[in-house]
């Protein structure tokens, strides 16, 4: 059965499929097996588990430092997760995170600044019905300042995300 240049013969009951966008570091790409005639998904067969990984270094190796939790507490508030906060793994979503990390933060720092700078670590997840406490801690400098972030669950004390923003000088402030 000839499937033309380039195209590899297809098994009968299963077949790979492939996709994604560009190459390189960054390339997305999702590969599955297909139960070629149900045209469902498959499990991959117990050799494909059993395989040994290669013996190298990752491609994309560790080369950041871990973001410093907040050593004082300059500002403070605490959250409750509700059923609108949370994804589709029902873990409260990243960008309501985000927005719990700069909600301590005074309004009168938001309108005199913009961020500039931000580093996020996800370090573990809050689900419905936590209670979060969102923590700030303000270091200035005439020209800019860094905040040190961090989101703690309040009934174990565990860390969920650890922050840091540097602020500079707002361009239209009051």
């Known amino acids: 059965m000839a499937l033309g240049p380039g195209r590899p013969p297809r098994h009968p009951r299963v077949r790979a499929v492939r996709r994604g966008h560009g190459g390189g570091a960054g390339h997305e790409c999702l590969a599955r097996l297909r139960h070629g005639e149900r045209r469902r998904p ?3 067969p117990k ?3 059993d395989l040994d990984p290669p013996d190298r270094p990752p491609v994309l190796p560790h080369e950041w430092d871990d973001v410093p939790l907040p050593q004082r507490t300059d500002h403070t ?3 409750e997760a509700r059923y609108s906060d949370l994804d589709l793994n029902r873990h409260v979503n990243s960008a309501r995170l985000l927005e719990w990390v700069l909600a ?3 309004a009168e720092h938001l309108d005199t600044r913009v961020c500039a700078e931000l580093h996020l670590q996800f370090r573990a997840e809050a ?3 936590d209670t979060v406490r969102a923590a700030a801690q303000v270091d200035s400098s005439d020209e800019e300042r860094r905040v040190r972030h961090a989101l703690h669950r309040a009934d174990d004390e565990q860390a969920l995300i650890a922050a840091e923003t540097q602020w500079v000088p707002h361009t239209d402030a009051p």
């Open 42 to 44: 498959a499990r991959l």
């Open 47 to 49: 050799a494909v588990h």
């Open 77 to 79: 508030q605490t959250f």
């Open 104 to 106: 301590p933060l005074p």
């Open 127 to 129: 689900t419905l019905g």
